[in-house]
Structures are given as C-alpha cells and as structure tokens.
C-alpha cells in the first residue's frame, strides 16, 4: 500500500501532468475561430483533467474522476461508475453553463460599448 508521501506525491505528478496537456490542449483549441466552440471545449477539458472522486466508499482517498469511472468499470462492473459519473456530470454542466455565460454576457457588454 502506497503511504500517504506516495498518494501526495503521485497527486502533484498527476496535477503538473494535467497543466501540461491542459496546456497543450488550449494552445490546439486556439485556432478554432468561433470562440464559444474553443471556451466550451476548454471547460470540458479542465472538468476531465481535475474532478476528484473518493477512490472507495469507506475512505478518504481521492483520485480523478475519470480513472476512477473506468476502474469501477473494470473491476466491479455492473452500475459501480455511477458514484464517480453524477459529480463528473455535474461539474460538466456547471462547466459549460459558466462559460456560455460568461460569453453571452460579455457579448452583450462589448454590443453596448460599440453603441456608445
């Protein structure tokens, strides 16, 4: 069993590791020219790459939401992956909605500039 200087450390590995392919990722999104596709596809990515899920129900061990979706799947089975799917699915949602919110705002507050 890894102690808790290895959970700590694999989690700063893992963290750097999302930054860069993060990274890359909006570096690669940057030549979208409809900029509500490449902000949507931005939060979605960042949503992958960091929510945390407990690992199993009696600890308080955390690990990102996808690996543990596709553990559960693979070692249990059955209907497991739904602990980790509702928090991934909800912090998707929150995701996208902040960032078609902040575009429509934005856009209706650079309309009343160019008005002005």
Do not use: H
Request: aromatic share 12%.
């Amino acid at each position: 069993m890894v102690g808790i200087y290895g959970y700590l450390t694999s989690w700063a590995i893992y963290l750097i590791a999302g930054t860069v392919c993060y990274v890359l990722f909006y570096k690669a999104t940057g030549i979208i020219r409809f900029k509500p596709v490449a902000n949507t596809l931005r939060a979605i990515m960042l949503v992958l790459i960091y929510t945390p899920w407990y690992v199993a129900t009696d600890k308080d061990l955390m690990a990102p939401a996808v690996i543990v979706i596709l553990l559960d799947m693979i070692t249990i089975g059955g209907d497991s992956f739904i602990r980790a799917m509702v928090p991934l699915l909800l912090a998707l949602t929150g995701a996208v909605l902040l960032v078609w919110i902040v575009g429509i705002t934005s856009a209706i507050f650079r309309k009343k500039q160019n008005t002005e």
